[in-house]
């Protein structure tokens, strides 16, 4: 079923819900990615990949980065590896703004991390938020 309409905007009922808490943008490139795929089985990597170009995970939702570019390692190689993601983190973003997002969203012993901790903690906070709007 494709995600975007014939005017190109995401059709709501066909986004994820983190997707549909995010702005237009992240909206539409999930949209016109996914639908621009070959073949089914690739459409939702694509479509992410996109995504994770120009948005972060912050929380339930996704907001647009500072800069563009590859958000992590596995994204950095580009198609199917054996890299783990960072689940929408910034993985490449600085230890600054990194602290800052766990400030917002309140991670605990964040003064004291490290940048990778920082990710896997963000990550962490990530899901969790995830799950309860979902709930």
Same mark, same amino acid.
């Given at each position: 079923?494709?995600?975007?309409?014939?005017?190109?905007?995401?059709?709501?009922?066909?986004?994820?819900?983190?997707?549909?808490?995010?702005?237009?943008?992240?909206?539409?490139?999930?949209?016109?990615?996914?639908?621009?795929? %070959?073949? *089914?089985?690739?459409?939702?990597?694509?479509?992410?990949?996109?995504?994770?170009?120009?948005? *972060?995970?912050?929380?339930?939702?996704?907001?647009?980065?500072?800069?563009?570019?590859?958000?992590?390692?596995?994204?950095?190689?580009?198609?199917?590896?054996? %890299?783990?993601?960072?689940?929408?983190? =910034?993985?490449?973003?600085?230890?600054?703004?990194?602290? *800052?997002?766990?400030?917002?969203?309140?991670?605990?012993?964040?003064?004291?991390?490290?940048? =990778?901790?920082?990710?896997?903690?963000?990550?962490?906070?990530?899901?969790?938020?995830?799950?309860?709007?979902?709930?």
């Amino acid at each position: 079923m494709p995600k975007a309409g014939k005017n190109g905007r995401a059709r709501q009922d066909e986004i994820p819900s983190t997707l549909r808490r995010s702005d237009e943008k992240a909206q539409d490139t999930f949209a016109q990615a996914y639908d621009s795929a %070959e073949d *089914e089985s690739r459409a939702a990597r694509t479509a992410w990949a996109a995504v994770k170009h120009t948005h *972060e995970k912050v929380g339930d939702h996704w907001e647009p980065k500072e800069e563009n570019g590859p958000s992590d390692a596995s994204a950095e190689q580009g198609g199917l590896n054996s %890299e783990d993601t960072a689940g929408g983190v =910034d993985a490449n973003a600085s230890k600054e703004h990194l602290y *800052e997002i766990a400030q917002e969203l309140d991670v605990k012993g964040r003064s004291d991390m490290t940048k =990778d901790e920082l990710v896997e903690a963000i990550e962490k906070a990530n899901d969790k938020r995830t799950r309860d709007a979902r709930d």
